[in-house]
């Protein structure tokens, strides 16, 4: 079964609201579930873009070295323009996630398991 644990801290600072994620615990995927955008101006700036799907599980690394423009982090730092846009969000956060489980779940039990394919010619 497909599972993740993520702590996440909620706070205002200087009038920003802030959710920190960090999954503490996942089963049969990957902990590097959340997407980043590299920064020109290093590390610190590397922002938080989405939850991962599950082609970027498959095709992103989790590591900003080489050249990539993004990369996959257990942990993200999530700022919002308003209390409004946070507070909306909260729930957000939890379907993205649980949209993320249900496709990365459906791909690996579609794909696992075995089939006879019988092919003939049409001629």
């Known amino acids: ?7 996440r801290v909620f706070s205002i600072d200087g009038g920003v609201a802030i959710a920190n994620l960090s999954v503490t615990a ?3 995927i990957d902990s590097e579930i959340f997407k980043h955008k590299v920064s020109d101006r290093g ?5 938080y873009v989405a939850v991962c799907t599950p082609e970027d599980l498959g095709k992103l690394g989790t590591t900003r070295t080489g050249g990539v423009s993004f990369y996959r982090k257990s942990t993200a730092k ?11 969000a909260k729930t957000g ?17 579609s794909w696992t398991g075995t089939d006879d ?5 049409d001629s």
């Open 1 to 7: 079964m497909v599972s993740v644990s993520v702590n």
């Open 43 to 47: 590390i610190d700036f590397d922002t």
């Open 26 to 28: 996942s089963q049969d």
């Open 117 to 121: 394919v019988e092919i003939t010619s």
């Open 93 to 109: 956060m939890v379907e993205e996630l649980q949209e993320l489980l249900d496709d990365y779940s459906a791909i690996g039990s």
């Open 78 to 88: 999530v700022e919002f323009s308003s209390l409004t846009a946070a507070f909306e």
